[in-house]
């Protein structure tokens, strides 16, 4: 029988993208889980929490009330409202309607705001560690990312002086989550008031402010965001959604807050990819922005005891250094002390990569590399877990790392 040559090719778009790496991770852990093994999987930055039912309850009646048809691109005037209310009240910003775009999470906000405004070699610059899937996003808009980098002694916050030598004439994006994935570091009022005085003389950047663990934030002063400062509100973009604070993971609905202009464009983006966002579900996201907000309070707090559980068994296994995080729930521990020891058959650690596959296999956790991050000395635990979950997978952890020599 005659061989029929394949002659179709992927896009050279393609073939070039990184698979994001807390989705392998994920899908590794289901697999080895599906053999047989007792596998914890700390590696997705999924809350372990249910939507809270008030908010289910609005969806079942936005069902009813017939909320099945097509929405605006940019989103439901009833939640585009109740965007700016929650701006206003939580963050004293103000927006209209028309300057706010619903998407269908957060990560296609900021796809649509890579593909609406970079041009083939303008340059991103994003403050590493940084949430995995920002690279390849810029890159497929043609971004140039460029990477500025702190380490767990800086608590991996990038500091103004960082980011004035990194800025060029082809600068045209800055972006950074605050609280931040992976590392839980949170920028102070007064960081980002040195940031701002840096892109004050700067006017051609687009700032980028991914604020989605906003809610999660254990600081007294509580979360301040960046499009705060009027100096610099005119050009930026504030994303954030309701996955993480709201535990609406699989709603799959995320927001910009941007100038008009740049919510235009979004929008124009927007429409010819996905449309607008699921209709009942949006109106179930308006409520959430407006009514009883301590189910997300609670689980604030239990965040916060996690992270305190987590960072002291960490702190107890000899090759582990931890900082303290004042947001999301996410641990970044810095494990390079690891590099260049062996496992009992001589396998030897490399680097993060290899770290986490020992873990995966040997303590059966489930981790993700920094690497994936920017940082290929540490390494992120997502304490989205249970109090009892999280001590076995430490003791675990303990257990595996001691039989490296």
């Known amino acids: 029988m005659e061989t029929i040559k394949q002659t179709t090719q992927l896009s050279k778009r393609i073939t070039r993208m990184a698979e994001s790496a807390t989705i392998k991770m994920a ?67 103000e927006y209209s309607p028309n300057q706010i775009v619903v998407s269908n999470g957060a990560k296609q906000c900021i796809a649509n705001l890579s593909l609406a405004l970079l041009d083939e070699g303008d340059e991103v610059i994003i403050f590493t560690p940084y949430w995995v899937s920002y690279r390849e996003i810029m890159r497929l808009g043609g971004g140039n990312p460029v990477h500025v980098n702190a380490g767990i002694d800086q608590d991996f916050k ?62 007294s002063q509580g979360h301040v965001s960046i499009a705060s400062f009027d100096s610099i509100k005119d050009r930026t973009v504030v994303v954030n959604g309701f996955s993480k604070g709201f ?10 807050a941007a100038p008009e202009w740049i919510a235009k464009a979004c929008t124009k983006m927007q429409g010819q990819f996905t449309s607008g966002a699921n209709a009942f579900g949006q109106m179930a996201a308006a409520y959430a922005l407006t009514s009883n907000m301590k189910p997300t309070q609670d689980m604030k707090v239990a965040y916060q005891r996690r992270r305190d559980l987590l960072i002291d068994a960490l702190s107890k296994i000899d090759g582990f250094k931890v900082n303290t995080p004042p947001g999301a729930f996410y641990l970044f521990p810095d494990i390079h002390a690891f590099f260049g020891k062996a496992d009992v058959d001589g396998n030897v650690i490399e680097n993060a990569d290899d770290f986490c596959e020992y873990i995966l296999h040997h303590a059966h956790v489930a981790i993700v590399t920094g690497t994936a991050f920017g940082e290929p000395n540490c390494v992120r635990f997502s304490y989205a877990a249970s109090d009892e979950i999280l001590k076995e997978a430490a003791s675990r952890i303990a257990k595996a790392v001691a039989k490296l020599k």
């Not at 899908?27 to 599906?34: E, I, N």
């Not at 002086?161 to 060029?168: D, F, G, K």
């Not at 989550?177 to 700067?202: M, R, Y």
Request: contains cysteine.
């Open 158 to 219: 990038v500091s103004a002086r960082q980011l004035a030598e990194a800025i060029t004439p082809k600068t045209r994006m800055l972006i950074f989550s605050s609280p931040c994935n992976p590392t839980g570091s949170s920028f102070t009022p007064e960081e980002l008031a040195e940031l701002v005085a840096v892109l004050e003389e700067h006017p051609q950047i687009i700032v980028v402010s991914d604020e989605i663990y906003e809610y999660i934030n254990f600081t």
């Open 247 to 256: 535990a609406m993971t699989g709603w799959r609905l995320g927001y910009l």
């Open 27 to 93: 899908q590794l852990a289901r697999d080895l889980k599906a053999q047989g093994h007792p596998v914890i999987s700390l590696s997705l930055g999924e809350p372990d929490f249910d939507t809270p039912q008030h908010i289910k309850d609005a969806a079942v009646k936005a069902l009813a009330d017939g909320y099945t048809k097509y929405t605006p691109v940019p989103g439901l005037i009833e939640l585009r409202e109740a965007i700016c209310t929650k701006l206003k009240r939580d963050n004293g910003l």
